[in-house]
């Protein structure tokens, strides 16, 4: 196994234990208070649970790098695109057909659900910038091998 791959699972594994944190957090918070009104119940699964189910499904990004993206750019904007994309559609389904339901439809959270994501996205773009960084050196190193 070379060492790039190696470097993927970890951070594959990384992306997994975060997303695991964060739906705990979510759903933690979400449960707190009772008294509050259950929109934020909704906030609180929006700014954590859902995030976390897509790092837990990034983290496939990040273990088949090689095999799905030939450049440093490519990877780094299609995990990018992968993350904004595949959360903003996440974060609609759950509020607008799960928890609210389409005979309630909730439009404007749809803005929030993309600026949520959006902050996600670019952090991720940070890790997968030290990502590649990583595995560049590992290969001037000679850990391709």
Known sequence: MKKTQINGLVFAVLSIIFGIVLIVIGCKEAAVDT????DEKVFDNMMLTVPGI????DSLVFAFRDKLFRSSAGFLIGNFAIVL????IMEIVYFQFLY???SRPQYKLAFGGALIMLVYAVAILV???VFEL???TMKQSGGAK
């Open 54 to 57: 897509v790092l837990i499904l």
């Open 127 to 129: 890790v997968s910038a």
């Open 85 to 88: 994309l595949g959360g903003i």
């Open 35 to 38: 008294s509050v009104p259950a």
């Open 100 to 102: 609210y339901g389409l």
């Open 134 to 136: 990583t595995n560049r």
